[in-house]
């Protein structure tokens, strides 16, 4: 029942999406999205452009995530630092990420290091913002209790800071992950010669209108597929706050 569940919604958009195909060049039938779909990504395609853009994204990902929890930490730590930067962060937050990639171009190139920032500059700051607000919310009682018992430095930070603000941190994380997918495709777009923004801008200024539909469904499958993974990951690491059999399922 839980597959019939799952799979009912697809099923029916994929009816609808055949039901009006063919009415409009720009909207092919499932049919030929598919046959597109096969001849392309299953080809050298795969390695010239797929695995190249998961490569950004994984690198800009994981680099915004060092930054966002290592600066986060202390910040949510320290009132009189976080009174400082707030009004920094917020200016910075505000801007738009993909205005800063005309900039980011002019001091980096147009080359993998420009689309790894472009990533940096969009995941950034939802990890940040949330490692402060879930170190801010720390429980004052626990915090007593550490100082009772002589537990800081390191040990502190491991055994209550982390653990205590990972729920936050890892909401954070997750709504970075979209805002990457995101940034993964703009960075491409711009003085690109691979990758799959790249590859399905080409595909549209060529009016190939298939195999442009079958590179937003893979960059649509990309994402679920990561969001699956994260899921499975994020329960495994907050098991004890899911509960005992968050981490079996």
């Known amino acids: 029942m839980r597959a019939v569940r799952l799979l009912a919604l697809p099923a029916l958009l994929v009816l609808l999406w055949w039901a009006v195909s063919g009415s409009s060049?720009?909207?092919?039938s499932p049919?030929?999205?598919?046959?597109?779909?096969?001849?392309?990504?299953f080809s050298e395609r795969l390695a010239e452009d797929v695995l190249p853009s998961a490569g950004r994204l994984l690198m800009g990902y994981a680099a915004a995530g060092l930054l966002g929890v290592g600066l986060g930490v202390p910040i949510g730590l320290s009132p009189r630092l976080r009174a400082t930067l707030e009004p920094v962060l917020e200016f910075f937050r505000a801007i738009p990420p993909p205005?800063?990639?005309?900039?980011?171009m002019l001091l980096?190139?147009?080359d993998t290091p420009m689309k790894v920032l472009v990533i940096v500059s969009g995941c950034?700051?939802?990890?940040l913002l949330n490692t402060v607000e879930g170190v801010r919310a720390l429980d004052e009682v626990l915090a007593d209790t550490c100082r009772m018992y002589g537990v800081r430095g390191l040990a502190r930070l491991r055994r209550f800071v982390l653990p205590g603000a990972a729920p936050q941190i890892m909401t954070g994380l997750r709504q970075a992950l979209s805002i990457g997918i995101?940034?993964?495709?703009?960075?491409?777009?711009?003085?690109?010669?691979?990758?799959?923004?790249?590859?399905?801008?080409?595909?549209?200024?060529?009016?190939?209108?298939?195999?442009?539909?079958?590179g937003i469904l893979l960059l649509g499958l990309l994402g679920l597929g990561?969001?699956?993974?994260f899921r499975r990951v994020?329960?495994?690491?907050?098991?004890?706050?899911?509960?005992?059999?968050?981490?079996?399922?």
């Open 25 to 28: 060049f720009y909207l092919p």
């Open 31 to 41: 049919g030929r999205v598919g046959r597109a779909f096969a001849e392309i990504w």
């Open 99 to 104: 205005v800063l990639v005309p900039l980011i």
């Open 108 to 110: 980096a190139g147009i």
């Open 124 to 127: 950034l700051w939802p990890i």
């Open 182 to 214: 995101i940034l993964m495709v703009i960075s491409e777009m711009f003085a690109s010669s691979s990758g799959l923004g790249f590859t399905i801008v080409l595909f549209q200024r060529q009016f190939q209108i298939a195999e442009m539909w079958s």
């Open 226 to 229: 990561l969001s699956v993974l």
């Open 234 to 249: 994020e329960r495994r690491v907050l098991s004890w706050y899911y509960g005992s059999g968050a981490a079996r399922a």
